[in-house]
């Protein structure tokens, strides 16, 4: 080679990098993994019913709660339409009154040093204890019991959006104080963004606290007929021995509380993928 080709060589070319393999993916591991282990376990489930010939009253078989489902998905879809608008609405009433009262806890130490532990309070009394005496107040039974569901609901929102407000730069504080920035500019400016993915992991938690919540206060009122949601359908499986239909309700319920937990991190991923550090990382 002379010295001109030399020269003339083009040198540090950029190489073209392999694309991922599809399965080696984060976003396909995320969804194939817990599918592989469902899929196992549902016929792990499968064999053991044949294979030990369980009756049905006992421990019905995935087949025959899928078949259940099916046959008898007027009652189940109209329970869970009821049971889905308590518990969206406890949801929204807990997210509302949280993030307010955690806007009031930030505005002094002193508030929250005399009021959190009326938000503990909440938390550690049992619903079961509490929601008979709401049912008896608030006479509407739908409203009644989005009140029990949202108070199971209210504490991680109050108590993440709160620890996410103080969670701020001190130098970014002190910033903001050298530039005489009002309260309102610090909250809206500063705590804010700084709270969202507090918030957001708080609404992770209540999402879920909402759901079971709505079931334990429909547990507690009892409601029949066209208004009855998921949880009257167990009962009613359950003095029936109707146990089929009642896994098949309780698949219904897990299955909401599994979409209610995507649909979170999904609206997490919208409000902070594009600048977040925990969303942002691929590890």
């Given at each position: 080679?002379?010295?001109?080709?030399?020269?003339?060589?083009?040198?540090?070319?950029?190489?073209?990098?392999?694309?991922?393999?599809?399965?080696?993916?984060?976003?396909?591991?995320?969804?194939?993994?817990p599918?592989?282990?469902?899929?196992?376990?549902?016929?792990?489930?499968?064999?053991?019913?044949?294979?030990?010939?369980?009756p049905?009253?006992?421990?019905?078989?995935?087949?025959?709660?899928?078949q259940t489902?099916?046959t008898?998905?007027g009652?189940?879809?109209?329970?869970?339409?009821?049971?889905l608008k308590i518990?969206?609405?406890?949801?929204?009433?807990?997210t509302?009154?949280?993030v307010?009262i955690?806007?009031?806890?930030?505005?002094?130490?002193?508030?929250e040093?005399?009021?959190?532990?009326y938000?503990?309070?909440?938390?550690?009394?049992?619903?079961?204890?509490?929601?008979?005496?709401?049912?008896?107040?608030v006479?509407?039974?739908?409203?009644?019991?989005?009140?029990?569901?949202a108070?199971?609901?209210?504490?991680?929102?109050?108590?993440?959006t709160?620890?996410g407000?103080?969670?701020?730069?001190?130098?970014?504080?002190?910033?903001?104080?050298l530039?005489?920035?009002?309260?309102?500019?610090?909250?809206?400016?500063?705590?804010i963004?700084?709270?969202?993915?507090?918030?957001?992991?708080?609404?992770?938690?209540?999402?879920?606290?909402?759901?079971?919540?709505?079931?334990?206060?429909?547990?507690?009122?009892?409601?029949?007929?066209?208004?009855?949601?998921?949880a009257?359908?167990?009962?009613?499986?359950?003095?029936?021995?109707?146990?089929?239909?009642?896994?098949?309700?309780?698949?219904?319920?897990?299955?909401?509380?599994?979409?209610l937990f995507?649909l979170?991190?999904?609206?997490?991923?919208?409000?902070?993928?594009?600048?977040?550090?925990?969303?942002?990382?691929?590890?």
């Amino acid at each position: 080679m002379t010295a001109t080709q030399q020269k003339n060589k083009p040198k540090n070319l950029p190489t073209k990098k392999a694309p991922t393999p599809l399965l080696a993916q984060p976003r396909v591991q995320r969804v194939l993994y817990p599918v592989l282990i469902g899929v196992v376990l549902v016929a792990l489930w499968q064999w053991m019913v044949v294979a030990m010939e369980l009756p049905a009253y006992l421990v019905p078989s995935p087949y025959l709660m899928m078949q259940t489902l099916v046959t008898d998905w007027g009652p189940l879809g109209n329970a869970l339409l009821v049971t889905l608008k308590i518990t969206v609405l406890s949801f929204l009433l807990a997210t509302v009154a949280g993030v307010l009262i955690s806007f009031l806890f930030v505005q002094s130490k002193r508030i929250e040093t005399a009021l959190f532990p009326y938000a503990v309070l909440l938390q550690v009394t049992p619903i079961v204890a509490v929601a008979p005496l709401i049912i008896i107040w608030v006479k509407n039974p739908v409203a009644a019991m989005t009140v029990c569901a949202a108070l199971v609901a209210l504490f991680p929102i109050i108590s993440n959006t709160t620890l996410g407000l103080r969670s701020i730069d001190p130098d970014l504080q002190s910033y903001f104080k050298l530039n005489r920035a009002t309260r309102w500019q610090q909250l809206v400016r500063l705590r804010i963004p700084s709270a969202l993915p507090y918030f957001f992991g708080g609404l992770r938690i209540s999402s879920g606290l909402a759901l079971i919540g709505a079931v334990v206060a429909e547990f507690v009122a009892g409601t029949g007929g066209s208004g009855a949601g998921l949880a009257y359908q167990i009962l009613q499986a359950g003095f029936q021995l109707n146990i089929p239909r009642m896994f098949a309700a309780l698949l219904l319920i897990s299955l909401t509380g599994v979409a209610l937990f995507v649909l979170m991190a999904w609206l997490t991923k919208v409000a902070l993928g594009s600048w977040h550090a925990s969303e942002l990382s691929q590890d």
